[in-house]
């Protein structure tokens, strides 16, 4: 909005002025607002600044890291220890264990790999893991095929989190929709330990220790 000189004068001096004494005033009043806008003027950009920097304290940006290599410390070789709920879900506690090996390739320069599973207890268990990283989401994919019946399950997703990698979806077991999480753990450069747990109990159920082989 435009303020009226005169007005703004008025108010300021409301009581009528001599002959002269009206210009001295408004003179003076004049030099004094310029001075107040040079001033005004001269410290904008700091304040600008401040609030900017205020704004930006307040509103802070933060972005996620990149998970592309999370899975290296698992490339090669590995001797696998499986402990196994015979029957998850019942209330059993009844355990089998099973020993083998696991071997972790590479794949897309770290943001896929390959893993085959094979061990032997009171059956025998032959498996294959595939992980795919999302750059966009920062987040894996995992899907896991059994030799039995040659198809992939749904697939887990999941990240790397406060020192491990933590994976959750959705699937069936025994014709009944449940939760899985799947936690890598304990994670150094000569072992790991892998963790499945069902949602209607989150005990787990599926416990998998590795160790590194020698080459």
Not at 51 to 70: C, N
Not at 75 to 88: D, E, I, N, Y
């Amino acid at each position: 909005m435009r303020v009226d000189p005169d007005t703004r004068f008025g108010q300021l001096n409301p009581h009528p002025a001599q002959e002269g004494e009206g210009c001295n005033t408004y003179s003076k009043f004049g030099r004094l607002g310029f001075s107040l806008t040079l001033s005004l003027a001269s410290y904008s950009p700091i304040l600008l600044a401040q609030t900017g920097d205020a704004k930006d304290a307040s509103h802070p940006t933060t972005q996620e890291p990149d998970g592309q290599h999370d899975f290296d410390f698992e490339f090669g070789k590995w001797k696998a220890h499986l402990r196994r709920l015979q029957h998850p879900l019942t209330g059993s506690d009844t355990w089998v264990e099973y020993d083998g090996t696991s071997v972790v390739r590479k794949v897309w320069d770290g943001r896929a790999n390959l893993g085959e599973f094979e061990v032997d207890g009171p059956t025998h268990i032959e498996g294959l893991s595939l992980r795919l990283y999302n750059p966009e989401s920062h987040q894996w994919s995992i899907f896991w095929a059994n030799s039995k019946d040659g198809s992939l399950t749904p697939p887990l997703i999941g990240q790397f989190k406060n020192g491990r990698l933590e994976f959750f979806n959705q699937d069936t077991f025994q014709k009944k929709s449940i939760f899985v999480r799947f936690i890598f753990s304990d994670l150094t450069a000569t072992s790991v330990r892998l963790e499945q747990s069902f949602s209607a109990d989150g005990e787990p159920s599926w416990i998998t220790t590795f160790t590194r082989q020698k080459p």
